[in-house]
């Protein structure tokens, strides 16, 4: 998506989970362990040149997208914890995110 100041945006919509009772330790650790498997299945797509062939560079790439959005539920999970524990604004937080970005020179406008 691309809004009329020219910066791209991804849009993505992640459910709430409803049948757990997360609190912020546990989407804290469970953010961890998602961003480890990202990280090892990272792993495998830098060691595809090595002897050992178990999974084509396709289903690496396939995994690698599934760990992605693992880690982005569990930060999802964890915003709502913050909303609805905490009375966190997330839009209100998104909208300093992005001013932050601009600030760092990340993005400009
Ligand atoms: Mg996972």
Redesign the pocket.
């Known amino acids: 998506m691309e809004k009329n100041n020219g910066i791209k945006y991804k849009s993505i919509s992640l459910p709430r989970l409803n049948n757990l009772k997360p609190n912020i330790e546990s989407t804290a650790l469970k953010l961890m362990e ?1 961003a480890g ?1 990202l990280a090892q299945i990272i792993g495998k797509f830098r060691g595809l040149n090595g002897e050992k062939f178990e999974m084509t560079e396709k289903e690496v790439i396939e995994k690698m997208s ?2 992605l959005l ?1 880690v982005a539920q569990v930060a999802v999970s964890m915003m709502f914890v913050l909303e609805e524990t905490y009375n966190v604004d997330i839009e209100e937080k998104v909208q300093q995110h992005i001013q932050k970005l601009i600030r760092k020179k990340y993005i400009r406008e």
């Open positions: 998602e498997e599934e760990e693992d």
